[in-house]
């Protein structure tokens, strides 16, 4: 055992020893440095991990968002018949808006109650209450394409005009006007793919009151839009429905112009092909 003055005197001859070690600098850019690359390390994991989802969750955004990708139905319990999709009814667009609307031959627009109109390339077809499947052909010679021109037809449905026709000539069409007995309206416009050279038109207007208990249209080539005469067929008093029909171009100018009475307008067409 050690005695208490050998204890003492090696805690002194440690003591000195210590006091004679110089201890060496704290690496303290070492250690920074050390620090920062971690970092980096960190950081570009980081950034690669992101870069490898990107393209998964790009394509779940683009199959969400994309026109063509059907919405994910509910399965039906067990037991219930599945439900068969609604039939595809034609679409109905107001007069005037937008620009002309491009169809596929045959498509159907509902344009009134009980009103429709489509396209084919023999020209316009149409179906009213009572008169299915009518048309204005724009092949067997009737409408002179060679220069612009446009047709009206009006009929009473409800309690308003629903006016429409052909339009021909040069150049792209943008927008139409039909000036009533109740002021300009726009109207709408329909036209196949490609540039066939025509299309055609149709707005509605409200129905004068004394026209209410009229029955039956009225129809007009490149030329009056108005009645046979100032009397209906059954004797009573028929306004014009259609003063004017304008077509204009892409530039604002005019492509084709129906203005009733004017010198060297054709006769009024038959009703229909």
Known sequence: ?????????????????????????????????AGAARHR????????????????GAAAVHYATSPGASPVRPAAPS????????????????????????????????VAPGVELWLTAGGLRWSLPGQPDQSRS??????????PGVTVRSEPV????LHFGVYHGEGAAARVEIATARGTV?????????APGWGAWYATAPLPERDRTTTGGTEGPDGPGAPDGPDGPDGR?????????????????VLAELVPGTAGSPAANPPGD
Not at 17 to 25: C, G, L
């Open 1 to 33: 055992m050690t005695s208490r003055p050998e204890a003492e005197r090696l805690r002194e001859v440690f003591t000195e020893a210590a006091r004679a070690i110089t201890p060496s600098p704290v690496p303290l850019t070492e250690i920074a440095r």
């Open 79 to 110: 037991g219930m018949p599945p439900q068969s999709a609604p039939a595809e009814t034609p679409a109905q667009e107001p007069p005037g808006s937008g620009d002309p609307r491009v169809m596929r031959p045959e498509e159907r627009v509902r």
């Open 41 to 56: 390390r960190r950081v570009a994991a980081l950034a690669a991990g992101c870069l490898l989802l990107l393209p998964a």
């Open 158 to 161: 409800g309690d308003r005009y």
């Open 186 to 194: 726009g109207g709408r416009l329909l036209r196949l793919p490609g």
């Open 138 to 147: 724009v092949t067997d010679g009737n409408l002179d394409l060679s220069r």
């Open 237 to 253: 008093e028929v306004s014009a429905p259609v003063g004017r029909v304008t077509v204009y171009d892409t530039r604002g100018a």
